[in-house]
């Protein structure tokens, strides 16, 4: 299944391309500056830090900019992932990072279901500092998959 994704019309086209690949890469890195930009800002103020700033405002404003960086990384990743899917799939680092998106993103729906549910501050404070823990830790996962 992967072999076929790596010789798929579009993806052999986008490894044969000098501009193709690098333009997704900025693309990847966009999506994980506006992703991890805005959760911060959110994850911070769930924490009792930026006192200045309204929690619900900030969540209000933040976490749609969260939801389109992320899927723009995921979008992005994808096509990055698909020229060298196998290669991919044999590095630890790639497997890991997968599995921490998917604890992040576990995470987020959690916290979100129980919002305004009367969630306690000691819940709040535990989910921001997963969410801010884990993206830092998918972040540097990806960074590692250029070295192993
Ligand atoms: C959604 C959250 C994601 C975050 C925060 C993230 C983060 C990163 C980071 C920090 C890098 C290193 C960038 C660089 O140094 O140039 C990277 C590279 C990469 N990511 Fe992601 N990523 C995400 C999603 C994905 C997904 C869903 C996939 C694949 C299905 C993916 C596939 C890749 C690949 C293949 C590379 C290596 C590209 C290269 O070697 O130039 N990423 N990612």
Known sequence: MFAALENLDFVVALRRSAWAYPIVSWLHLLGIGLLFGSIAIVDLR??????????????????????????????????????????????????????????????????????????????ETVGGLASLGLWLSIIFVGRMLAFG
């Open 46 to 123: 769930l924490l009792g830090l930026l006192r200045g700033l309204d929690k619900d405002a900030v969540r209000r404003a933040l976490v749609p900019l969260a939801l389109r960086g992320f899927c723009l990384a995921a979008a992005s990743g994808f096509l990055l992932f698909a020229p060298a899917a196998r290669e991919y799939l044999a590095s630890p680092f790639f497997r890991l990072k997968l599995l921490l998106i998917l604890v992040a993103g576990a995470n987020a729906a959690l916290f979100h279901a129980l919002h305004g549910t009367g969630i306690r501050r000691a819940a």
